[in-house]
């Protein structure tokens, strides 16, 4: 492979990595803690293996009690190694045998093998610029505990796995279910040798590899290489030796392990998340929340108050002054909200609303949740919750929000109307014309009282000019209060319009920044993740 093939790989190695790690990171308080634990072992060993020499290809030898794979491991080596090997007090920890020793010890270090040989050139195992390292591991059904956890943690670490089977338990349930798998998406470091074939009669060695291969391909490793070889006679060990210089000369191997390791762990994140997309937020659906918000604050009511202040207003300003006074004593709605801000005075904090009682509580509920479970609406089982959950964060505060938004608004309650003067000075002339008429025929009835002469009244059409004072002022007053009534129910209507629409877009703030921006969050984070999880993958 190229120097730019390779640093093309690695360079897409990079961005898996990293998109794993943002997924990881993005379903933090989502997805089970084991599930991303998981992950962040595999990210972690990707990151130490990336650091440590990138010349030197790790193999490990991997087999049931049995199988042969310690001599098998020496027949790859060599002579020489196995009379090292043979001289080992025990077999419980890896032995390491290294070609192209410089650069080695930082790895193995990291491996925990301390036990390490500085192997002689053996059939192509002799070039010093391919770096090798073959370990043989304790068996991974060995009765000893410590054993079986360096076999589980090397299974995690080393570059290339060679399985050793033997034929009379080479479809061992354990080391399929348990081992091989698991690792289905690590068929390109993956080699299956049958050892022992020497016991199998030579009619018997093809049958046997073909059912090996089936049960391969059923755990998904159908392209993985498998090799018949037996360590005591030294048949098909040249293969083996062979087909690991081979993967070792590629110097891909690691970057193709943690490869696969990122798939393995894509695939993971994804079973754990579900697949599904979710509805998100439509215009609609905000829109139904804040109209059910509105209510449940009592904006209907606010509303109401609006238009009857105005109308309370409006009739103490161009009602009949005769009865206008009537009017002081009706209390104004809005003041008895704590709403009526008139201008330059401060701002109001609190109203006097109604507290949400349980109706009103159950309808907000109700609103926030049916808000959620349509945002929410495809997404996977554990991002619709999270989904729920962050519209459901700011349920509690919602009550007091709404309170402060609507005490916020400005309601133009203490603002006239450019009518009501008109009619107030109309109204007062019709007033002082009438009590002018009034008093005119009082003094007349003063001077006939008095027996005094009484000047001839003028008149209209035969109508005491006095009279018609009177009359057409008392008229015209009563006229210009029903008049102003219709006046002030229409801009009543009007007012309270403006008003429903200001306290509306406040409702709609309020379910904007506690409830609708939270879910938006969510579906950004879970979009994020799946599209951080698809580029992993």
Known sequence: MSRHSVAREASHLQQRLESLNEARELAEGVLPDESL??????????????????????????????????????????????TAAARRPTTSEPLASVWGVAGSEPLLDWLEVPARHHASPVNGFADEETGLILLDLPDFDSTRLANRQIVQRMVGMVDVLVWVLDPQKYADAAVHHDFLGPLSAHGAVTLVVLNQVDKLAPADVDPVLESLRSILAGEGLGKVRVLAASALTGAGVDSVRSAIRQVAIQRQAASQRMAADVSNAARSLSEASGTGKAAGVKGGTAARLSQELA?????????????????????RRTGWPVTRWLSRFRP???????????AGTAEVHRTSLPHAGAPERARTDAAVRNFADAASAG?????????????????????????????????????????????????????????????????LAVLGYLQMPVPEVPRVEGWPIPTLMIAGGALLGIVLALAGRVFASVAARARARAARRRLEAAVADVAERLVVEPVKVELTRFAAFAEALRKAS
């Open 37 to 82: 634990q998981e992950v962040l072992e595999i990210l972690e060993r990707a990151s130490s293996r990336r650091s440590l020499s990138a010349g030197h290809t790790v193999v490990g030898f991997f087999g049931a009690t049995g199988s042969g794979k310690s001599s098998l491991f020496n027949a790859v080596n060599g002579a020489e190694i196995a």
């Open 295 to 315: 209510v449940a604050a009592n904006v209907p009511l606010v509303v109401d108050a609006v238009a009857s202040s105005y109308r309370l207003e409006a009739t």
């Open 332 to 342: 104004d709605p809005l003041r008895r909200l704590n709403l009526r801000r008139e």
């Open 379 to 443: 997404a996977p089982g554990p991002w619709r919750s999270a989904i729920r959950g962050a519209a459901r964060e700011g349920r509690d505060q919602l009550p007091d929000a709404l309170d402060q938004a609507i005490a916020g608004t400005e309601l133009k309650a203490g603002r006239t109307s450019w009518w009501w003067g008109l009619f107030n000075v109309i109204q007062w002339l019709a007033l002082l014309t009438a009590l002018g008429g009034l008093g005119w025929l009082g003094v």
